[in-house]
């Protein structure tokens, strides 16, 4: 008997550490209207910090440009969209030059999860990740338009 309290003992401080690592949401989590998510993105741009220098903007007319000083001769130019279950998702077109033309790349699709905690403060997890981050917090998230005359530049010279 002593050693099947052990075992069971055992067991229980073993998996102990496994409920630690599990997603840690907000507390009071629950899924938000996509107008509580589209007003968290509308008419700004997400930074990108990865040795990038450029982000993507979110349109109010859900049309999503992007710009990477990295790779200035390129731009990404797609859509932006909320699905009711949280998720804000982009499809971009990769426009590089070609031979003279501006090549193109088919659609990339990405989503990013968002919930919102019991005081209404939208959260999000990137695709792979565990964490929750808060958006409104986000000092990568700024408004407006941010490489704008970037892409336009970049429009003109793939000729699109």
Excluded at 15 to 43: E, K, N, S, W
Excluded at 73 to 84: M, N, P, Y
Excluded at 109 to 133: A, L, M, N, Y
Aim: glycine share 10%; aromatic share 12%.
């Amino acid at each position: 008997m002593f050693r099947l309290k052990a075992w069971l003992a055992c067991v229980v401080l073993a998996t102990v550490p496994f409920c630690a690592i599990a997603d840690p949401l907000p507390h009071g989590a629950r899924t938000p209207t996509p107008q509580q998510v589209m007003a968290v993105y509308v008419g700004k741009t997400a930074i990108w910090d990865e040795n990038c220098g450029g982000g993507i903007y979110f349109g109010s007319n859900n049309q999503a440009r992007a710009w990477c000083a990295e790779n200035s001769e390129s731009l990404g130019a797609g859509e932006w969209r909320v699905d009711a279950y949280g998720r804000m998702c982009h499809d971009l077109t990769w426009y590089w030059p070609n031979n003279g033309r501006a090549g193109r790349s088919a659609g990339e699709k990405s989503c990013i999860r968002h919930v919102v905690d019991r005081f209404d403060r939208v959260w999000r997890s990137h695709p792979g990740q565990t964490e929750w981050w808060p958006v409104n917090d986000d000092p990568n998230l700024v408004r407006g338009y941010m490489f704008r005359n970037d892409i336009i530049a970049t429009k003109r010279k793939l000729g699109i």
